[in-house]
């Protein structure tokens, strides 16, 4: 069932210029990611709502149960909202108490619950935990044996401390199952009741609380299946369950009008249309103020601001909007600054436990900002394909076999947010969640373990997710350290390269290898495709000495997997290294990564899509002139110019090239950053028409060779030569050679390469 009732309804009540406040496009962009969701089975259904002033949407989408039976999901469908608990009942049932003066926010958790000291613990603080910085670890273990309410809250505040309190941010349950229990000791009443009586009933939440009903069962979304028996109706947390079904992490069953509600309420300063107080008007700007923690990590007083796991905030809501997500695929993000929200729910664990939300939340948050309108900035969002997916990535093939290949073994992961296995799942999260192998720390690239960072000098940090340390290898360093690897046995690599010799996810993962070799370290691959496919090589190898953007002398494009690459460099640099690479399966390596059937995924900020990637190696070697490559626009790699170019007479220069695959026109921008930042740039835009054809090297070389003759003087060339690397070919663009006289300069070297990587293909060409 696609559209709700309440959809209906609304259309056929607002007014048609009352309903064309938002924008039906972005809209229809949201059902498409919703449907393509549930076509390719990350959920099985779900509802969003968005709204901002006096109009609203609300659609259902898919089914809210399908095992044993399928049954529609509906408008009025209730979820178990898993930690939005914290944010519903928890947080404002707290700082109901704090505005009555019962306690304050740095009030030791110890002087209210004294059996949660020793070990540091007495320091704690009330904001501590509603900060998540109070130094416990992310849950109460699930080896331990234990059952009831009491001894849950027991287990939690037996927890030794596993970080200083206040030194380090990590999202953690126990801290909110010891403010239910604060709640319950002030107030004399269990969280369920005090959130029931102060929050939920005084709103006319009619649905939300905790233990539903049994008569609602028909109307409540299922969650996974635990042998034989389907978790329907209570709560999914286990940790929950066993405190028997209440708790200040998780327990809260409701639904999206019951959140909308709520939101309003924290939009009309803490009070219900009718002028009823929920929150005091003091109170609610203490509770959702950004606050800066530990680790570049903004949160407020139980809310997400600005972390790993605010994705429902896509790039269009303001910086103080402030958000929450659940572990059963239940999100809602409000933005005060525009009086907007947008709720996203859906049981994304039924029947089974396997998939991630990240880029749905990504794309229902990027478009919802745009559909009403509150975001400035266009972003283009693709909608997730409904792809079977021929190509098994190193990683799916590693899930598929059970982790067999890392059994165990103690392991230190290189990765970024491009580590995904095909259900959306990290890596990170993947062997986290393992029994077997014990992963122990992790090791960042350029732009950081999430592929947010655009600058040098990237600090160490804690994944907010796992608590693991994350030990950046584009800071201090660009090679992990012997200290680092003390702990661990075997390096495992799983990031997306972009096939182009200067970008630097290889050179980092030749520095890793070369430190594992060192340490007497294994080093694993999880191997992933070549984006831009494993057939084409061209540009010429590296000339003089080797640089980070030239770890190896490999041609611009080498044509080859990391997997493929690193068996590659333990031949000829003679690498004393235990390698060992886990291949890809299906993968024809004519085929670039949309052949492949396989979901494109920015590998760094500006590199937003596979056209962008197949241009790169080529439009990118003029990055460092005195020219915009398309940086702090809609489209890098996809333009080129600047303020003193000669539009025209580039274009007309650059289409008597004959480039092959390519349309270029002229084209006018004006970029928000990077070069020319705020001035309004003339030159070319560079439209795909053929990825197969394109040569992207010449396409470069044609750029250089067009701006030195149209511009000479004014067009800089000499800094091309920090990612060309080669003096003959940079000298032969200089003296004003045709296109062709340069490229055959070059083109010995791409067959002499052809030649040198064939005995360390994994996957033959055809």
Not at 110 to 123: N, R, Y
Not at 403 to 424: S, Y
Request: glycine share 8%; hydrophobic share 40%; with cysteine.
């Amino acid at each position: 069932m696609r559209f709700s009732a309440l959809l209906l309804l609304l259309a056929m009540l607002l007014p048609a210029r009352v309903r064309a406040a938002f924008d039906e496009e972005k809209v229809t962009a949201i059902r498409a990611a919703m449907d393509a969701a549930i076509t390719d089975r990350t959920i099985p259904g779900g509802v969003v709502w968005m709204e901002r002033g006096k109009t609203s949407v609300c659609e259902a989408f898919g089914n809210r149960m399908i095992d044993p039976r399928t049954a529609p999901m509906k408008a009025d469908t209730i979820f178990d909202s898993a930690s939005l608990t914290k944010v519903l009942a928890t947080a404002p049932s707290v700082m109901l108490l704090v505005q009555e003066g019962k306690f304050s926010l740095q009030t030791p958790v110890s002087t209210l619950i004294p059996d949660f000291t020793a070990g540091g613990k007495e320091t704690v603080t009330v904001y501590q935990l509603l900060t998540h910085t109070s130094g416990t670890r992310s849950g109460i273990p699930r080896e331990r044996v234990w059952s009831g309410y009491k001894e849950g809250v027991a287990a939690a505040a037996a927890e030794p401390l596993l970080n200083p309190p206040g030194a380090k941010f990590l999202y953690s349950d126990i801290n909110f199952i010891l403010l239910g229990e604060i709640v319950r000791r002030i107030s004399g009443i269990m969280i369920s009741d005090f959130a029931a009586g102060r929050i939920f009933r005084p709103l006319g939440m009619k649905d939300t609380g905790y233990q539903p009903s049994r008569s609602k069962l028909d109307r409540i979304a299922p969650t996974s299946r635990e042998g034989d028996t389907l978790v329907h109706g209570v709560v999914h947390d286990p940790t929950c369950r066993r405190m028997g079904g209440v708790a200040g992490h998780a327990g809260v069953f409701t639904t999206a009008k019951d959140i909308a509600i709520f939101c309003r309420m924290m939009l009309n300063g803490g009070a219900t249309p009718s002028g009823q107080k929920i929150l005091h008007p003091a109170t609610l700007p203490l509770m959702i103020k950004p606050l800066a923690l530990p680790g570049g990590i903004q949160r407020a007083l139980g809310w997400d601001i600005q972390s790993t796991y605010t994705d429902i905030k896509g790039p269009g809501f303001s910086a103080a909007s402030y958000s929450h997500t659940g572990w059963t695929g239940t999100a809602f993000l409000i933005d005060p600054v525009t009086s907007a929200f947008v709720i996203l729910l859906t049981n994304r664990n039924h029947p089974a436990d396997i998939t991630s939300l990240r880029t749905l939340r990504f794309q229902v948050g990027t478009f919802a900002a745009e559909a009403m309108r509150v975001s400035k900035r266009k972003v283009s969002v693709t909608p997730r394909r409904a792809l079977r997916c021929r190509v098994k990535n190193g990683v799916d093939v590693l899930v598929s076999d059970g982790f067999a290949q890392l059994r165990g073994l103690k392991v230190g992961l290189i990765t970024n947010h491009t580590g995904l296995t095909q259900e959306g799942v990290t890596t990170i999260d993947a062997l986290a969640g393992a029994r077997d192998p014990k992963l122990v720390c992790l090791f960042s690239p350029e732009h950081g373990i999430r592929g947010e960072e655009d600058r040098d000098g990237i600090a160490d940090t804690t994944d907010a997710k796992t608590g693991l340390p994350v030990y950046s290898l584009y800071g201090k360093t660009r090679r992990p350290m012997p200290a680092q690897l003390k702990e661990i046995d075997t390096l495992v690599f799983d990031i997306q390269d972009a096939g182009c010799r200067f970008y630097t996810y290889v050179s980092t993962m030749l520095e890793c290898m070369k430190a594992a070799s060192a340490a007497g370290k294994r080093f694993i691959v999880l191997d992933r495709v070549n984006p831009i496919n494993g057939n084409t090589i061209d540009g010429p190898l590296p000339v003089g000495a080797l640089t980070f953007v030239a770890c190896h002398r490999i041609p611009l494009r080498h044509g080859m997997t990391a997997g493929e690459l690193a068996r590659l460099f333990v031949a000829e640099l003679m690498l004393k290294l235990d390698l060992a690479v886990i291949p890809l399966e299906g993968w024809d390596r004519s085929h670039d990564l949309a052949a492949a059937g396989l979901e494109w995924v920015n590998p760094s900020p500006n590199m937003r899509s596979l056209d962008a990637a197949t241009l790169y190696p080529g439009v990118a070697l003029v990055e460092f002139c005195n020219v915009s490559v398309g940086r702090g626009t809609g489209s890098p790699f996809q333009f080129i110019g600047a303020p003193w170019v000669d539009a025209e007479k580039l274009a007309a220069a650059l289409v008597a090239e004959r480039l092959p695959g390519l349309k270029i026109e002229p084209a006018s921008v004006t970029p928000h950053a990077s070069v020319f930042k705020g001035e309004q740039c003339r030159g070319i835009r560079l439209s795909v028409k053929d990825r197969a054809k394109v040569d992207s090297v010449r396409t470069g070389v044609a750029v250089a060779t067009a701006l030195q003759r149209l511009h000479k003087g004014t067009f800089k060339l000499e800094p091309v030569s920090k990612l060309l690397l080669e003096p003959k070919v940079q000298a032969s663009i200089a003296a004003g050679a045709s296109v062709s006289e340069t490229v055959n300069l070059y083109s010995g070297a791409a067959e002499e390469f052809r030649r040198r990587r064939a005995p360390f293909l994994i996957y033959p060409p055809k």
